[in-house]
């Protein structure tokens, strides 16, 4: 990439960055004076926990904006160099989620700024991600085990629906996707992940960001 290019690349990424390190869900929740999202349930930042706080509307416009915030990043960087810089807007909207520069790079795990990078990039995925997350959900109850297995088969949807170089880069981010979940996957093992709509005890200290 010569410097030229790599300029309004780079731009994008920051671009990507700033849009998706906006904390929705702690804005939205001290905006309505509820107690501070990340003393409760999880810690989590995203829209799975500010539901605990026994909002529904709070938790869809979390979701809403973490979602838009990845679309955002997506739409504006193909509007300025086409394709390649959107995809790089998406990954630096993504980890800015995960990493947002306002909360000492603590964020959330990245499910819904994951669904608005997809939409964005090839929004038939996206609806595939959705529809595969209700079907989990409903059958299962559990919010992470839905994200997992969304973000497991998104990949190959990308592929076979003839997007390759999406499908790489989603192979990627669902890798991460993953990690962030770890302690999720751990706790599905042993039977102790809460459940859609369940209200936890506070997130151990050090816990609050995965």
Known sequence: MTMPAALPALS??????LLGSIPFGLILTRWAGTADIRAIGSGNIGATNVLRTGSKALAA???LGDMLKGTAAVLIARY?????????????AFFGHLFPVWLKFKGGKGV????GVLGGLAWPAALWFC????????????SSLSALVASATSP????????????ILFLGLTVILWLTHRANIARLID???????????????????T
């Open 12 to 17: 994008c990424l920051l671009l990507g960055y």
């Open 191 to 209: 039977g102790t992940e809460g459940r859609i709509g369940s209200k936890e005890p506070p997130a151990p200290a050090g816990e609050t960001s």
């Open 156 to 167: 190959a949807f990308l592929w076979a629906t003839g997007s390759r170089r999406e499908a």
């Open 80 to 92: 300025i160099g086409g394709l390649e810089t959107a995809m790089i807007a998406g990954v630096g």
């Open 61 to 63: 416009a979390t979701l």
């Open 112 to 115: 819904a700024t994951y669904i």
């Open 131 to 142: 529809l595969v997350w209700l079907v989990v959900a409903g059958l299962s109850r559990y």
